[in-house]
């Protein structure tokens, strides 16, 4: 017999079952010393109300442990909807890690619609707290940051504050940008690449462009276009606007052989509150040299009235009219002569 089999003692009960009694709020304590072991080979029920145990270190062989087995209802029903494990943490508040039926969590795969239950890491005072780790893993699927509160959507926003100068950490192609990187981006992308050009349109696009001398080629020049074709553009010297080019004080048409119409709608008329002053023939314009007088031609209607040198009228004011008659303004004093002789 082994020296140590020698002092074991065995009770057998045979038949039926070993109960031990006390008084009534009596206790029965096991003692083994400082490093012995209680072991038991079968199940082990505790019908008390609390179990206690001052163990430094718990090992637990089972992979589940199932909490709330008592539940018979629709969810967590004891304690407001919660369940889970609270860590004394001394004179600081303890803290639990608990399934709370009341949170609610808006699943990705269902946009517009939420789920109610939820783990959830908080303080027993219910104040929320942090969680360290460095992964979360959706097995593939989207991740929802916020989702919606018990009263609705929440104005919650994702943040990485706490963090130094976050966006310049902010290089690879699959980080996540805060507000200040874009803030930064736009202003140092506009102080280093000038946008010439403003559109809208996939086909026949409106714009406004600007085309300088440096990057094109040619004098420079701002342009805006509707549909496609050039409606304004401004240089440094002239403007034109539809048909009509300005430069310094001067307007004209851009094609050559076009009207300049001064137009009031309705019964207006085209006031003039200066003295309207009319620069001699030649005009070049219609085909001559600079140095032959060339006479406007007769308008298809009404009259046309120009200047050139003065004739046997000493006005320098002529009139062609739609019939092609063409003649001199005769001034007063010779209109009163021309009376008397004829």
Same mark, same amino acid.
């Given at each position: 017999?082994? *020296?140590? *089999?020698? $002092?074991?003692?065995?009770?057998?009960?045979?038949?039926?079952?070993?109960?031990?009694?006390? /008084?009534?709020?009596?206790?029965?304590?096991?003692?083994?010393?400082?490093?012995? &072991?209680?072991?038991?080979?079968?199940?082990?029920?505790?019908?008390?109300?609390? =179990?206690?145990?001052?163990?430094?270190?718990?090992?637990?062989?089972? #992979?589940?442990?199932?909490?709330?087995?008592?539940?018979?209802?629709?969810?967590?029903?004891?304690?407001?909807?919660?369940?889970?494990?609270?860590?004394?943490?001394?004179?600081?508040?303890?803290?639990?890690?608990?399934?709370?039926?009341?949170?609610?969590?808006?699943?990705?795969?269902?946009?517009?619609?939420?789920?109610?239950?939820?783990?959830?890491? /908080?303080?027993?005072?219910?104040?929320?707290?942090?969680?360290?780790?460095?992964?979360?893993?959706?097995?593939?699927?989207?991740?929802?940051?916020?989702?919606?509160?018990?009263?609705? #959507?929440?104005?919650?926003?994702?943040?990485?504050?706490?963090?130094?100068?976050?966006?310049?950490?902010? =290089?690879?192609?699959?980080?996540?940008?805060?507000?200040?990187?874009?803030?930064?981006?736009?202003?140092?992308?506009?102080?280093?690449?000038? =946008?010439?050009?403003?559109?809208?349109?996939?086909?026949? &696009?409106? $714009?406004?462009?600007?085309?300088?001398?440096?990057?094109?080629?040619?004098?420079?020049?701002?342009?805006?276009?509707?549909?496609? &074709?050039?409606?304004?553009?401004?240089?440094?010297?002239?403007?034109?606007?539809?048909?009509?080019?300005?430069?310094?004080?001067?307007?004209?048409?851009?094609?050559?052989?076009?009207?300049?119409?001064? &137009?009031?709608?309705?019964?207006?008329?085209?006031? !003039? #509150?200066?003295?309207?002053?009319?620069?001699?023939?030649?005009?070049?314009?219609?085909?001559?040299?600079?140095?032959?007088?060339?006479?406007?031609?007769?308008?298809?209607?009404?009259?046309? !009235?120009?200047?050139?040198?003065?004739? +046997?009228?000493?006005?320098?004011?002529?009139?062609?009219?739609? +019939?092609? /008659? /063409?003649? *001199?303004?005769?001034?007063?004093?010779?209109?009163?002569?021309?009376?008397?002789?004829?």
């Amino acid at each position: 017999m082994a *020296e140590t *089999e020698k $002092y074991v003692k065995h009770l057998n009960v045979a038949s039926g079952d070993y109960k031990v009694t006390v /008084r009534d709020n009596g206790n029965i304590k096991l003692d083994v010393g400082t490093s012995g &072991q209680v072991i038991v080979t079968g199940d082990l029920l505790v019908d008390g109300g609390s =179990t206690y145990i001052y163990s430094q270190d718990l090992v637990i062989e089972d #992979n589940m442990l199932y909490l709330n087995s008592a539940e018979s209802g629709a969810g967590i029903s004891r304690d407001g909807g919660i369940a889970g494990m609270e860590i004394n943490r001394g004179s600081f508040t303890s803290a639990r890690f608990v399934f709370d039926e009341n949170v609610r969590w808006t699943d990705p795969a269902n946009p517009g619609t939420s789920d109610e239950g939820a783990f959830a890491f /908080r303080d027993v005072n219910g104040r929320k707290i942090g969680i360290e780790c460095i992964s979360i893993s959706t097995d593939g699927g989207d991740l929802n940051l916020i989702g919606q509160t018990p009263a609705g #959507n929440s104005n919650g926003v994702v943040s990485v504050f706490g963090t130094n100068d976050y966006e310049n950490n902010v =290089t690879e192609d699959d980080h996540i940008p805060n507000k200040k990187y874009v803030d930064d981006y736009v202003v140092n992308y506009l102080l280093n690449n000038f =946008t010439f050009k403003l559109l809208d349109g996939n086909i026949a &696009q409106s $714009y406004v462009e600007v085309r300088d001398n440096e990057r094109t080629g040619v004098d420079s020049e701002i342009g805006l276009g509707i549909d496609g &074709q050039d409606v304004i553009v401004v240089r440094a010297a002239s403007t034109d606007i539809h048909d009509i080019a300005i430069s310094g004080n001067t307007i004209k048409t851009i094609n050559e052989f076009d009207d300049l119409v001064l &137009q009031a709608d309705g019964t207006g008329n085209v006031k !003039i #509150n200066d003295t309207l002053y009319l620069d001699p023939t030649p005009h070049v314009a219609y085909g001559g040299s600079p140095d032959i007088e060339n006479d406007p031609t007769a308008p298809t209607v009404g009259v046309k !009235i120009y200047s050139k040198e003065q004739g +046997t009228g000493a006005t320098n004011i002529y009139y062609v009219n739609e +019939t092609g /008659r /063409r003649d *001199e303004l005769i001034s007063n004093n010779r209109a009163l002569l021309y009376g008397m002789l004829f």
